[in-house]
T-cell receptor, first 108, second 112 residues
Framework: RKEVEQDPGPFNVPEGATVAFNCTYS??????FFWYRQDCRKEPKLLMS???SGNEDGRFTAQLNRASQYISLLIRDSKLSDSATYLC?????????FGTGTRLQVFP | DAGVIQSPRHEVTEMGQEVTLRCKPI?????LFWYRQTMMRGLELLIY????????DSGMPEDRFSAKMPNASFSTLKIQPSEPRDSAVYFC??????????FGSGTRLTVV
């Protein structure tokens, strides 16, 4: 079983739509959690951390359920510029373990 | 700040040749990570260093791969001999004491 699992997508949504991505992780001792964004042929970049109480950054909301070992990312009012691959990331013993990513394509 | 600098950006080599990838981390970052990315397997951690010391190399695929960090501002990942299945994008990332990985632009390696 992979340490971090994501639906690869693609998710094709119109501009303005709300889209949610989910992720599960296998190591219950994982310490911290993140979402990274990766554009085509570019390096991954930190989008946001994920806190137990849930956190929001503009149109983006991240949530963590430690009991279910489940992480989510919600994007409201999708923009064309949101098209990218979203990587779920878990910190295990000071190492970041990446999911294979969920691809999002926002169309006009 | 110039960010994490990797070279070369692209490398095409013949099977059996030695390949050396280079990375300059962000000044002041005490951790450095080498990742490999392929379509099939995503981003895989190969090895990481803390204060120039290798901490975990369990992700290094086999003895053909080696990594060094002779000082705080430079690291290399070497593949000898290279094989076609090594073709991938290799990323270097650095991090300060708290989290916050910054990735370099990557080296796209093609072994023919």
């Amino acid at each position: 079983r992979k340490e971090v699992e994501q639906d690869p997508g693609p998710f094709n949504v119109p501009e303005g739509a709300t889209v949610a991505f989910n992720c599960t992780y296998s190591n219950s001792a994982s310490q911290s959690f993140f979402w990274y964004r990766q554009d085509c042929r570019k390096e991954p970049k930190l989008l946001m951390s994920v806190y137990s109480s849930g956190n929001e950054d503009g149109r983006f909301t991240a949530q963590l359920n430690r009991a279910s070992q489940y992480i989510s990312l919600l994007i409201r009012d999708s923009k064309l510029s949101d098209s990218a691959t979203y990587l779920c990331v878990v910190n295990n013993a000071d190492k970041l373990i990446f999911g294979t990513g969920t691809r999002l394509q926002v169309f006009p | 700040d110039a960010g994490v600098i990797q070279s070369p950006r692209h490398e095409v080599t013949e099977m059996g040749q030695e390949v050396t990838l280079r990375c300059k981390p962000i000044s002041g970052h005490n951790s450095l990570f080498w990742y490999r990315q392929t379509m099939m397997r995503g981003l895989e951690l190969l090895i990481y260093f803390n204060n120039n010391v290798p901490i975990d190399d369990s992700g290094m695929p086999e003895d053909r791969f080696s990594a060094k960090m002779p000082n705080a501002s430079f690291s290399t990942l070497k593949i000898q001999p290279s094989e076609p299945r090594d073709s991938a994008v290799y990323f270097c990332a650095s991090s300060p004491r708290d989290y916050g990985y910054t990735f370099g632009s990557g080296t796209r390696l093609t072994v023919v």
